[in-house]
């Protein structure tokens, strides 16, 4: 009899990519795929998807490298696993984002903006910028002995915030008094190799054979959050270490909100001995991946080849930045905006209050969200009531209103036509009534326009409304005397400056006894037609008629007199 005896190999399991980048928060997972097997099981399980099949989504919150395992058909397990690694790269910072002003009235506009670090980059990918300022020494700062040392090297030094180098982040490093500042480990070395150097990242302002024995080391951090500054300083430091005296001071400035590396330089009185040879520039952990400053001048430019012979003094003031990328920006919602994905878009000619939503996505797509909310406060509409016409010598009653309770009113008077007097403008505590007494000493109306501004409690002011007056002319009246017999009948005409005037009168004896005249009311027409007698026989009389025209608008003019002479009749004897 025989046996067959089937041998199954093991499966060899594969897995695509092998590398990748995904978002610490989740977002933007990376694709895996095994291959190789019939069933597959992955772990550690933070960050995955799901830890069966064939394929499965990491986005682990920390860098992670992920082991997956098959199982062939015929249940014979892979011999080895396969592995890859997922780097967890964090989402952009927001620092801040403004709306400068952030109340306005209706119509007007906000300037909007957003600052945020992108929180991954190469370090080949920041920007340089020479430019010049004030060299400031610490005052009430951290010192570190061990560096005031010729080549020491300080334990951990707090930052005082989370900083973001090259896409990681750091919350503490390493000083070293040949001119470093390190992530990594302490390194103490005086051989400056940026492409090489242990300890990395390294932030190098002056990397040389330096001594720290007659200067001093300290480190600072100021502001408030999000925009702290972490200062390290090299003060009155030796380079080269075979200098006596002090030769250069410098500090490395790290800035929260914004993730740049700056130096700043001082020169000290001493000069260089002709036998230094230092690097200045920023390097990550990886190798070669750095850049490095070709001169210490006023102009120098960032390359990714390192220089490692500078033998300058920067000036006094000199100032290098290194910049990490910025991120893009996405606004939402777009209305009255003048762009929607720069950092810095204007928000115009705004009619309604809008919360601003900005968006900041890094290179790999991971994105932060903030807001800020620009109040729009409304504009009051005015409105006026009262009589528009009046007589000359009256006060105006315009009562003045708003759409907008709480608002006041100033105000510019000027005459629209004719002639006028007694207006003015007010420009302070003018209240909700124009009150004014106007006066028109011609015989033709005038109109005096008050352009009315209301402004509501927000001290948003509406826009203006015309309040027109007409001041209308009083009547002028005039007559004359007259002699007439006693008896006789009166034909006193009455005039005016104004035409359709009426007129009313009252009488009275002046001297002497007169009767049969009269006062008149109403309907007393334009003449004056009464029968008087002198009671008297010997002496003349005379009677006084005090009119009053009014116009045909109502204005009531001064009053005027005609004296009648009534001369008595002859007694016959």
Do not use: H
Request: proline share 6%; aromatic share 8%.
């Amino acid at each position: 009899a025989s046996v067959t005896v089937t041998v199954n190999t093991n499966p060899t399991v594969s897995v695509t990519p092998t590398s990748g980048n995904a978002c610490s928060s989740g977002s933007n997972p990376v694709t895996l795929t095994a291959s190789g097997a019939s069933t597959y099981v992955w772990t550690p399980a933070a960050g995955l998807s799901a830890t069966t099949g064939a394929t499965v989504t990491a986005g682990p919150s920390i860098t992670t490298t992920y082991s997956v395992t098959g199982t062939s058909a015929a249940g014979c397990p892979s011999v080895s696993p396969a592995t890859t690694t997922i780097t967890s790269i964090p989402s952009p910072t927001i620092s801040s984002v403004t709306a400068t002003p952030s109340t306005i009235c209706s119509g007007a506009n906000s300037a909007l903006l957003a600052t945020a670090t992108s929180n991954y980059g190469a370090v080949t990918s920041y920007t340089f910028a020479a430019t010049s300022g004030t060299f400031t020494p610490l005052t009430g700062a951290t010192n570190v002995a061990a560096v005031q040392v010729d080549d020491g090297a300080s334990g951990l030094l707090p930052i005082g915030f989370s900083f973001n180098f090259a896409g990681s982040t750091y919350t503490q490093l390493y000083a070293s008094s040949n001119g470093i500042l390190t992530f990594g480990a302490a390194n103490s070395s005086l051989g400056n190799a940026l492409a090489t150097g242990t300890g990395g990242p390294i932030i190098a302002p002056l990397w040389d054979d330096l001594q720290g024995a007659s200067g001093t080391a300290s480190y600072q951090t100021t502001g408030s959050a999000p925009n702290r500054v972490f200062t390290f300083e090299w003060l009155n430091w030796r380079w080269y270490y075979t200098v006596a005296t002090p030769t250069i001071s410098f500090q490395v400035k790290l800035y929260e909100g914004t993730g740049k590396v700056q130096f700043i330089y001082r020169r000290e009185t001493t000069a260089l001995g002709g036998i230094e040879s230092a690097s200045i520039g920023i390097a990550a952990a990886t190798a070669n991946t750095l850049l490095s400053l070709n001169n210490a001048g006023t102009a120098p430019t960032a390359g990714t080849t390192e220089t490692a012979t500078i033998n300058a003094k920067p000036a006094t003031g000199q100032i290098y930045t290194f910049s990490p990328p910025n991120p893009t920006y996405s606004w939402s919602p777009s209305t009255f905006l003048s762009s929607t994905t720069i950092a810095n878009p204007n928000a115009n000619e705004m009619t309604a209050t809008t919360t601003y939503v900005v968006t900041a996505t890094n290179a790999i797509g991971c994105t932060t969200t903030s807001s800020t909310t620009v109040t729009v406060n409304s504009l009051p509409v005015g409105s006026s009531t009262g009589s528009n016409s009046i007589c000359s010598g009256a006060t105006t009653a315009i009562s003045l209103g708003s759409s907008i309770s709480g608002s006041t009113f100033t105000w510019t008077a000027s005459l629209l036509s004719g002639t006028a007097s007694g207006f003015s403008n007010c420009v302070t505590g003018c209240g909700t009534t124009i009150a004014q007494t106007l006066t028109n000493t011609t015989a033709s109306p005038a109109v005096v326009r008050y352009v009315v501004t209301p402004t509501a409690p927000t001290a948003c002011a509406g826009a203006t409304f015309n309040v027109d007056v007409t001041v209308n002319p009083l009547p002028v009246g005039t007559t004359s005397n007259a002699t007439i017999c006693s008896g006789g009948t009166t034909a006193i005409s009455l005039s005016s400056s104004l035409s359709g005037t009426t007129y009313t009168w009252t009488t009275s004896n002046v001297t002497g006894i007169t009767t049969g005249g009269s006062n008149c009311s109403s309907s007393c027409g334009s003449s004056i037609a009464q029968t008087l007698t002198n009671t008297s026989n010997s002496t003349a009389s005379v009677f006084r008629y005090t009119v009053t025209p009014t116009s045909s608008l109502g204005c009531v003019g001064s009053t005027f007199i005609s004296n009648v002479t009534v001369n008595p009749s002859p007694v016959v004897t």
